[in-house]
């Protein structure tokens, strides 16, 4: 008797479905990212570099399963907003940002557990660009270029059940950007790097 209730306990629970993500598949993730700038800049007129602060915001993805192992996916998100600060000074612009981001994926394992690496080409849209603080009318004019470059990420899955999955994803995208403005009439554009790390943690669901 208790030979076979562990025959049909084995049995249940190879018959458990391993919710493995199979050629074909649409993911479609939601949840909060935030954008952590590992930010530097050439110096601004003797004062130091520029700073950018964090931001989260609702991050998107879709992910598309070429294969059962190799997907592709895009990645979006509600534009982010940033203050720009100089040393000694503090705030003296801000901007918003968005960062649609295009990626080739790996996903190791055939499980519930799927662990992947990415890399692909990131473009970051600039707008809204005013200053904070113009110092008595003396800045004008900032414009900040869009900026095209490479990015990478590692996530994983963890499926709930057939549909609904739990994400967690870290990305790095080369953000490269040159930010033009006038100071006193005079025309000045600054080479900034970005170059965030971005964190997310998501919800998904598999049609």
Do not use: C
């Amino acid at each position: 008797m208790k030979n076979n209730l562990l025959s049909a306990t084995l049995i249940a629970l190879l018959a458990v479905p391993a919710f493995a993500h199979d050629a074909g598949d649409i993911i479609v993730r939601a949840g909060a990212a935030m954008v952590a700038p590992n930010d530097s800049s050439d110096d601004v007129v003797g004062i130091g570099e520029f700073g950018v602060d964090d931001n989260t915001q609702l991050g998107l993805n879709v992910t598309y399963m070429v294969t059962d192992h190799w997907a592709v996916e895009l990645l979006a998100a509600t534009p982010f907003s940033h203050n720009v600060s100089l040393p000694g000074v503090g705030d003296i612009a801000k901007l918003k940002h968005l960062p649609p981001t295009l990626v080739g994926q790996y996903y190791f394992g055939d499980g519930k557990l799927r662990p992947y690496v990415g890399a692909g080409i990131n473009m970051t849209v600039f707008f809204d660009e005013q200053f904070s603080n113009d110092l008595d009318g003396a800045l004008t004019d900032l414009d900040v270029d869009t900026s095209f470059g490479l990015a990478a990420q590692v996530g994983v899955d963890y499926q709930l059940n057939q549909h609904w999955l739990l994400n967690a994803s870290v990305w790095y995208a080369d953000i490269g950007t040159d930010v033009n403005f006038k100071l006193g009439g005079t025309d000045l554009s600054i080479d900034t790097d970005i170059d965030p790390w971005v964190y997310m943690v998501s919800v998904g669901y598999v049609f």
